[in-house]
């Protein structure tokens, strides 16, 4: 945003430099170009007299002091301009013995019929850019009795021009740097509530309920921070609740299911009759089942109350971690524990999610895989991600299990509490991972878990 703005203004203010720079600097141009065209009209109407008038002269001694002011006056312009001039007659002839360049010109022949001109040509008598000018010189009872013809060079007014461009490029760029400086002072100015907003909102996507953000004007960011610093203050009574709730239930829970479970241990011993035993038995079914079921609420009360924090961990390692523990469990059963896991496969992991992940997932291909079955713990790197695989050689699940089996205590067998593979989920979507179960051939169910890939460093 800060950037935008200071581009923003930046190109406002270059704009702006456009809309009056350029309209002025071309009116500035214009104005010396007539201005150099009146002056060569003006000199060249000056000498076009004294030609008139010398050429007029019908007393030799009046007629030679004319062409000596006319010669005088010519070597001033010269000299002073840099430039020429050259006359011809009524009959397109030189004047004054001085040669002249291409008598027959158009700018000429138009003089000699009365018309005057200013060009500015690249061809002159002066072997450089010049300005030409040529007027008709008439006698004083009007007849024309000759042309002048004057070149300025056109080199001092065209330094003037780019002079005077050079000067508003210049001052145009100083002008946007200062600019610059005071965009970027300001929008930083304005974007620092912003960015201590969004410092506080990412303290906040950590886990940290302590973080307060000042109130700074304007008005709205002012509001929108004691919004927030409300909103994370209730945050965090609310986490401390919740953390407080999975302390108690932890030991209110579990104490007393042990109780009766010893209870009902106990009383199976003490019973005689064999109906009794079995309804004991069942009892004790029911209280095992409500232990795993409190354990599973519990773990999914600890996920949601703890943030994650995603870090890189390597897959090898936690797998044939978690699977050395299962592996007993797995020869009870019959069952053979195969894994297949690269090695350098690195994702990214909240620590103990992907061990917990594991857990839930092999312990529920064990219960559901059949004796001398097998469960296969396999991954592959695909893009930028790692897809672990955990499937079985069970009766797999149908297309509206798989749909639901993500359903908070939804169990496609007896016995189970249904919160396995919502935990695995939770944890799962916590590290911006997939969970997919699909259907193996002949029978059989894989999860397939899409987990970020951390490259090496």
Not at 117 to 138: H, I, K, N, W, Y
Not at 282 to 309: I, K
Request: no cysteine; net charge negative.
């Amino acid at each position: 945003m800060q950037r935008r703005l200071t581009v923003f203004f930046v190109v406002l203010v270059a704009a702006a430099l456009v809309l009056f720079t350029v309209p002025v600097g071309l009116n500035l141009v214009g104005l010396l170009r007539t201005n150099q065209e009146q002056v060569g009209l003006r000199e060249a109407r000056t000498v076009a007299y004294l030609l008139g008038r010398a050429s007029s002269a019908t007393d030799p001694r009046a007629a030679r002091g004319e062409f000596a002011a006319l010669e005088s006056l010519r070597g001033n312009l010269e000299a002073q301009t840099g430039g020429r001039v050259e006359l011809v007659d009524a009959a397109g002839q030189p004047a004054l013995g001085r040669p002249v360049r291409d008598p027959d010109e158009p700018a000429l022949k138009a003089a000699l019929a009365g018309v005057e001109r200013a060009q500015l040509t690249d061809q002159s008598v002066l072997d450089a850019p010049a300005l030409e000018v040529t007027v008709p010189s008439r006698d004083p009872d009007g007849r024309i009795v000759g042309a002048v013809r004057l070149s300025y060079p056109s080199a001092p007014v065209d330094d003037q021009i780019v002079s005077t461009w050079l000067f508003r490029l210049v001052t145009g760029l100083i002008t946007i740097v200062i600019a610059a400086l005071v965009a970027t002072w300001w929008s930083r100015r304005i974007t620092t509530p912003l960015r201590e907003l969004d410092h506080m909102a990412r303290k906040l996507s950590d886990g940290d309920f302590t973080a307060r953000v000042v109130e700074r004007d304007p008005a709205e960011t002012r509001q929108l921070a004691r919004t927030l610093n409300d909103g994370a203050h209730r945050l965090g009574v609310l986490y401390q609740a919740q953390r407080r709730f999975v302390s108690d239930a932890s030991h209110q829970l579990r104490t007393p299911l042990t109780a009766l479970r010893l209870s009902l241990d106990n009383l199976h011993d003490l019973v005689p009759d064999d109906e009794d035993r079995t309804a004991v038995d069942g009892a004790v079914g029911e209280v095992a089942r409500m232990t795993r079921l409190v354990n599973d609420l519990l773990a999914l009360a600890r996920l949601q109350a703890v943030p994650p924090h995603p870090e890189r961990v390597v897959l090898r390692d936690v797998v044939e971690s978690r699977t050395r523990a299962w592996r007993a469990a797995a020869a009870d059963a019959d069952i053979t524990l195969r894994v297949d896991v690269p090695a350098g496969l690195a994702v990214l992991a909240t620590p103990g999610h992907l061990e917990q992940i594991l857990d839930n997932l092999v312990s529920n291909a064990i219960d559901f895989a059949p004796e001398r079955g097998a469960i296969s713990v396999h991954a592959a790197e695909a893009q930028d991600r790692v897809e672990l695989h955990v499937s079985d050689t069970g009766p797999g699940m149908t297309a509206e299990q798989r749909q639901r089996a993500f359903d908070r205590f939804y169990t496609a067998r007896p016995g189970g509490t249904g919160l396995g593979l919502a935990i695995v989920r939770e944890l799962a979507e916590d590290d911006h991972a997939v969970v997919e179960l699909r259907p193996v051939h002949p029978h059989g169910l894989d999860v397939r878990v899409s987990l970020l890939s951390a490259k090496q460093p």
